[in-house]
């Protein structure tokens, strides 16, 4: 595409009218019960400028960064998929008459979305939901129709956490591709990359200005920056293999010890997908919606056949979401099905690491 | 990411077409088991399925459940469906009155592989409710029998009163099946084998291991240890097929549930060769 643009900081609420003009509901980082999430805005003030999140293994806070940058946090506990694959949606009814049931489904017209500050983790995570919703033997509608209406604008993390692992999955901290537009947030403004034609289109109105070599300069330094900043590791090497070799080994029995079985974990994962779907029938029971709901494999009944869980303890439901995540998901769709967000450890009630837990299972710390 | 017509989605896989039952059986004790035609033309002109395949049927308020057809008669767009009443949905199925209406999506899964030119012997195996799935395989190989072909069906229950389709036995036989059935416990009037299926295999005449196929449907020991008797006969692990079972709700390999190493057994299944599941069979609680 072009070369990168460079919008002056003061000009951002243009960039935020643009979308609005253009009939984008924006979603963008907000500050909500002290955590970053993600919201509707209609202007940039309410963006967390000014603020950053502070991560650990089970510990999430977030405090004053004394600066003035809007995106100098890492990831909060939302992910995009609340509004690609929402946590609650219609799926069909059933509808009773003198004739019998009839069954309709719902798939009403999504909102066109504007997403602003994804991270490039995410961006890794939308491709790899993509795969289950889109790519495989039946397609999501509704993902789909979301999906491709929805415009990204990327940003790079200028930060990262005790928790990320993003270089050991090659997602990450650069947003290489799959978004609309990408910015980089330097000292007094945005570095501009244009991904796909339908940026161009909402970009080209500003009239910004080309990048100037300093700016690049300074971009190129804060992206090693970031690199430089994430220490957690793990390592990929034949990861699949050892899991899958060490399904019987004890130390599994030691994580089932401390995991709760909460679901935090599930929740949280910008890639897991799993769901069930809920029967919500009318009070005279004439209509009868189908809701579908996130799910996850660490409830008790989410394996129950003919009344009886299969994973009936901690450690296999553990052993399932691990494997899962960092094995089977290269048999079945290819690639890991961990971006190495940190999700997962940051909202773990008991702080249990994956990392840690792989090095424990399977060896290969390096 | 590709730009398409956001207004032109595809047919969602959640389409529900709209079937009544027609008749029901009882079969065993908890088991009966339900014939039903579609309400619409177009939905019965679309529906075609295979042998091993299954509908997920839907009993609005109670949901939905995956049923494998126990039935898949050519030039028929009758559904078939043996079910045993074990849960909320399969429980309502079985108080549906003749005339009424339910839902059903599908047909999904694999089914059971295509029998090769070169087969001399077929052996299906079924344990319990497990031979409504291998149902249709008998009737189609014996529809087609051929004399260079031999089908032996080895069915296994609790007790006698549990042997599935045992009124079709002897029509089986008249068309050219072996059968041999079994039971864990006998009763006073019970004539035949008592035991586990497996051993079974370790006294069948097996004249051609090597062009000889195994498909076995029940709980997944029996299938086993069925698997180690008919290598023990020198049968090719490749000619091993088993039907597996999870707990399934969205039968489009979306929703996460039946998943079983590196497998969804509805998407991926639910019939897979012993090969691909031997060892995921070893881990209790995958």
Partial sequence: MTSPLFLPVAELPKLLARLLELGYKVIAPTIDQEAIVYSEIQSVAELPRGWTDEQEPGHYRIRPTGNDRYFDYVVGPHSWKKYLFPPLQLISRAISGEDGWT???????????????????????????????????????????????????????????????????????????????????????????????????????????????????????????????????????????RLMSNLNDGKWDSVAERCLSCTNCTMVCPTCFCSHVSEVPSLDETVVERQRKWDSCFNLDFTAVHGTPVRNDVRSRYRQWLTHKLATWHDQFGESGCVGCGRCITWCPVGIDLTVEVNAICGGES | MTTTQANNPPVSPWTTAPIILRSTKAETPGVFTAEFEFKCEQDAARFASRPGQFNMLYCPGYGESAISLSRVAANSSTLVHTIRSVGDVTNRLARLKIGESIGLRGPFGNGWPDIPDDLRHLIVVGGGIGLAPLRPVIEQFLENHVATRELTVLVGARSCEHLLFADEFQSWRDAGATVIATVDRSSPEWKGEVGVVPALIDRLNIGNPAQTHLFACGPEIMMSYSATAALDRDIPRDNIWFSMERHMNCAIGHCGRCQFGSHFICTGGPVFRYNDVQQLLTIHGL
Wanted: with cysteine; net charge negative.
């Fill in chain 1, 103 to 241: 069954f309709e489904t719902c798939n009403d017209a999504p909102e066109k979305l504007a997403f602003l500050g994804v991270r490039a983790c995410e961006l890794a995570a939308m491709k790899i939901q993509d795969r289950v919703f889109l790519e495989g033997a039946y397609v999501d509608p509704g993902y789909q129709q979301r999906r491709e209406g929805s415009f990204i604008i990327a940003v790079n993390c200028s930060v990262a956490s005790p928790n990320c692992f993003c270089t050991s999955m090659n997602s990450g901290p650069r947003c290489t591709t799959g978004f609309d537009l990408a910015l980089t947030e330097l000292d007094d403004g945005m570095l501009v990359e244009v991904g796909s034609l339908r940026g161009q289109d909402v970009i080209e109105p500003l009239s910004l200005q080309a990048a100037t070599t300093q700016h690049l300069k300074s971009a190129e330094d804060l992206y090693a920056n970031t690199v430089r900043q994430v220490s957690k590791h793990l390592n990929t090497d034949d990861l699949r293999n």
